[in-house]
């Protein structure tokens, strides 16, 4: 860890942290193959963040509980919540809210249904005790990719927003799926959906909807506004309509002025900087921030204070990461969010060839943002990587 001071072209004081790379990976879990995705949620109630992660190739949802700072470095206690055909996402919710926190998982290939994986009142952790069963009428629908657990003000129960991708692709809610069948509604005709985030982007109150929509006509990123009437969700476009296939998607102040802008990930180029303007309504514009060389094709990007400076920083992961490439890297501005080139500096090294969504949070309790996410060509399966920022 070195502090460096220099001053820019125009003069200006930068200062930060330069963080040697890469970082040193700890494994979660690579007992499968083809680690899909890490959602993040409290299962077991223990102040903690767990994980549930969908393997796609290996069939199996899985869910990981958060040992604590002492022994986060060893591989997680983790069950087999599931066995289903090419999970794709898997995210945990309490669905019929008794208070146990069970994990719905998305399936594309042939399966195109959505499972409930029913968790054990006692002894989470014991794989004879879950049960799996298909979400009423989700079956052969569509190929599911993304699942977001809702709460609904209106009814008072929990809600599955979806979307996915090919024939019949949409944006979508599973009304009320905590028992019985459950009521779909249709929301929007999509190409291929990568990212669902619940946020209050028109500051009424309720919970609005950000997504991106890799492909097809209307690809780009969008926001669902939540009018408070059934099935009546509008939609609006951010930016990147047609352009490029767009895909995952963080929501944070990046440059500081108190509204939240949105971030998106580029297959092809660069990384998408959605500025939220101020005034009435709700406007953007677009940015656009390099990837740097040395590093494969956009995958995710997420916000947050990696060296401590109190500037947000963007960690970004990677596909096509072959050969020497590193698959998740490091971007620092040098004051102004909206420049096009940021420092790099790399964290993942050359292992690892496709990763996917990151999240940025403390794992070892020393006070610094780690970087989790997962990989599933080089079989790394669910790794972190521990910041040396202390």
């Known amino acids: 860890m070195v502090?460096?001071?220099?001053?820019?072209?125009?003069?200006?004081?930068?200062?930060?942290?330069?963080?040697?790379?890469?970082?040193?990976?700890?494994?979660?879990?690579?007992?499968?193959?083809?680690?899909?995705?890490?959602?993040?949620?409290?299962?077991?109630?223990?102040?903690?963040?767990?994980?549930?992660?969908?393997?796609?190739?290996?069939?199996?949802?899985?869910?990981?509980?958060?040992?604590?700072?002492?022994?986060?470095?060893?591989?997680w206690p983790a069950v087999t919540a599931g066995n289903v055909?090419?999970?794709?996402?898997?995210?945990?919710?309490?669905?019929?809210?008794?208070?146990?926190?069970?994990?719905?998982?998305?399936?594309?290939?042939?399966?195109k249904t959505l499972f409930v994986h029913w968790a054990p009142p006692e002894n989470y952790l014991d794989p004879k005790g879950w049960r799996t069963e298909a979400l009423p009428g989700s079956a052969g629908m569509t190929q599911?990719?993304?699942?977001?657990?809702?709460?609904?003000?209106?009814?008072?129960?929990?809600?599955?927003?979806?979307?996915?991708?090919?024939?019949?692709?949409?944006?979508?809610?599973?009304?009320?799926?905590?028992g019985g069948k459950p009521t779909w509604r249709r929301w929007y005709d999509a190409g291929w959906i990568m990212s669902l985030i619940a946020r209050d982007v028109d500051g009424d109150g309720d919970s609005d909807v950000l997504a991106t929509d890799r492909k097809g006509a209307a690809r780009g990123a969008l926001w669902f506004e939540n009018t408070g009437?059934?099935?009546?969700?509008?939609?609006?476009?951010?930016?990147?309509?047609?352009?490029?296939?767009?895909?995952?998607?963080?929501?944070?102040?990046?440059?500081?002025?108190?509204?939240?802008?949105?971030?998106?990930?580029?297959?092809?180029?660069?990384?998408?900087?959605?500025?939220?303007?101020?005034?009435?309504?709700?406007?953007?514009?677009?940015?656009?921030i390099d990837l740097p060389a040395g590093y494969g094709t956009g995958k995710a990007v997420a916000a947050g204070d990696i060296d401590l400076d109190g500037v947000l920083d963007l960690?970004?992961?990677?596909?096509?990461?072959?050969?020497?490439?590193?698959?998740?890297?490091?971007?620092?501005?040098?004051?102004?969010p909206t420049a096009r080139k940021w420092r790099a500096a790399d964290i993942g090294g050359p292992a690892g060839v496709k990763f996917d969504r990151v999240e940025l949070l403390d794992l070892d309790g020393d006070g610094d943002l780690d970087v989790?996410?997962?990989?599933?060509?080089?079989?790394?399966?669910?790794?972190?990587y521990e910041n040396p920022a202390r």
Request: with cysteine.
């Open 144 to 178: 599911w990719m993304y699942v977001l657990p809702m709460a609904n003000a209106r009814t008072g129960k929990v809600d599955l927003v979806a979307g996915s991708k090919n024939d019949a692709a949409a944006v979508g809610v599973w009304e009320s799926p905590g």
């Open 3 to 75: 502090r460096i001071v220099a001053i820019g072209t125009f003069g200006i004081l930068l200062h930060g942290l330069l963080l040697a790379g890469p970082w040193k990976r700890h494994t979660v879990d690579a007992s499968s193959r083809g680690a899909d995705g890490v959602r993040l949620a409290d299962a077991n109630h223990d102040g903690l963040l767990d994980i549930a992660t969908g393997w796609e190739e290996g069939g199996k949802v899985r869910a990981y509980l958060n040992p604590g700072p002492g022994k986060v470095r060893e591989p």
């Open 372 to 384: 989790l996410t997962c990989e599933e060509v080089d079989l790394l399966g669910v790794v972190w």
């Open 85 to 111: 055909p090419s999970p794709e996402d898997a995210v945990f919710v309490d669905l019929n809210r008794d208070g146990v926190v069970d994990v719905v998982s998305a399936t594309e290939g042939g399966s």
């Open 229 to 288: 009437v059934a099935g009546r969700w509008k939609t609006h476009r951010i930016g990147a309509v047609n352009e490029r296939q767009i895909m995952f998607l963080d929501s944070a102040d990046l440059d500081g002025d108190g509204l939240e802008d949105a971030l998106a990930a580029v297959r092809e180029g660069p990384i998408l900087f959605f500025r939220r303007l101020p005034g009435n309504g709700v406007r953007w514009e677009t940015h656009e």
């Open 315 to 336: 960690v970004f992961t990677c596909e096509n990461a072959h050969g020497e490439l590193s698959g998740v890297g490091l971007l620092r501005h040098e004051g102004d």
